[in-house]
């Protein structure tokens, strides 16, 4: 069921209380924040600088990789755990819409970003 105007602000609202502190938009719906991410206990968040709003840098900046660790890693409590580590979004594409699980590593995940 899609959701009206006034609950998506509403919702949108509540992301903001939740995260008070995070130097980036949160796009995942309020509804899937405890929802598992992975079932290990921990993983790690690759963080990579490939998207156009890095091309005017003639040095290709390295990834930053964020470890995290706990026993129930929900999107919520990622979210958390980046916002500490100092996760910083300057670019166009700030809206975090989720993680992508990498292919080459069972507990590695990309930040999915948006516009």
Do not use: W
């Not at 509403?10 to 992301?15: F, H, T």
């Not at 290990?40 to 600088?49: C, G, M, N, S």
């Not at 003639?58 to 580590?85: C, M, P, S």
């Not at 100092?86 to 992508?100: A, K, M, S, V």
């Amino acid at each position: 069921m899609e959701k009206t105007d006034e609950e998506y602000e509403y919702d949108n609202e509540q992301i903001n209380i939740m995260f008070p502190n995070a130097e980036f938009s949160v796009a995942i719906d309020i509804e899937d924040m405890e929802q598992l991410i992975t079932d290990k206990q921990e993983l790690f968040i690759k963080r990579t600088y490939d998207c156009y709003c890095y091309s005017y840098d003639n040095i290709k900046k390295k990834a930053d990789y964020f470890y995290i660790r706990g026993e129930n890693l929900t999107y919520r409590y990622v979210i958390e755990q980046l916002i500490k580590q100092r996760l910083q979004i300057h670019c166009e594409h700030r809206f975090l819409e989720g993680f992508d699980k990498t292919t080459d590593s069972v507990c590695q995940f990309e930040l999915c970003l948006g516009s």
